[in-house]
């Protein structure tokens, strides 16, 4: 045998090692002695090395199911606001009420410090509310709002100047956050919010569609 075919290098080392998982087993002085290099410094063994690699997996998954839980009581939470929000929807006897239902269960319960809502057509009986804007559908001045009502998808985060004005007008300065609802048939309806961290671009959208379908519904049936 010449002497090429004794040298191993390190690749075909590490080969046979993870052929042979339990080659270790057989030589535990082996194991004790080996001396693995981390980024902060030198492990005193293989066996240190691998019960510091099993805590960190364990940090880390304990800070994804901490993540989780978060995100599941947030949906929880925002799941029973929004069947709130339909049952408070149903009670109103007539189109006015509903909206009134719509804006002061979103101030109150969604952490809103502004509601606006824009209405395609007149609801009798709501007339010179600060947070109501009556505009017809073709009106130019919705032209900003254009994509966002043809797709009826809401937007969240910082909107655009133009529409931040035609929305919030003399209390522009005091939104930093939006969420934006497209209501098909109806019109729009926009939360607030001075924290800049409320409403983010990429955050969930369900509950405010579910939401959009509601209040729709619910105009509907006093249409009907």
Known sequence: MNDSSEKL??????????????FLQQFP????????????????SLASYQLEVLRDKNRELSRRLQDLYAVS???????????????ALMRPDSAAGVVRAMVATLAEDFSGDLVRVVL???????????????IARDDRSLQPFADCIRDGEPLCGRLHPDKQALLYAARVDDVASTALL?????????????????????????FLRMMGEAFAAALQRQRD
């Open 9 to 22: 290098g390190a690749h075909e080392v590490a080969a046979w090692l993870r052929r042979h998982p339990k």
């Open 29 to 44: 002085d082996l194991a004790i002695s080996m001396v693995v290099p981390r980024e902060d410094g030198p492990a005193a």
């Open 73 to 87: 009581q947030e949906n929880e939470r925002l799941a029973v606001r929004t069947h709130q929000l339909t049952l």
């Open 120 to 134: 395609f057509e007149d609801a009798p009986g709501l007339s010179e509310e600060e947070w109501l804007q009556v």
């Open 182 to 206: 497209p209501v098909e048939g109806v019109g729009l309806v926009a939360v607030g919010s001075r924290d800049a961290n409320r409403f983010y671009p990429g955050m969930g959208t369900l």
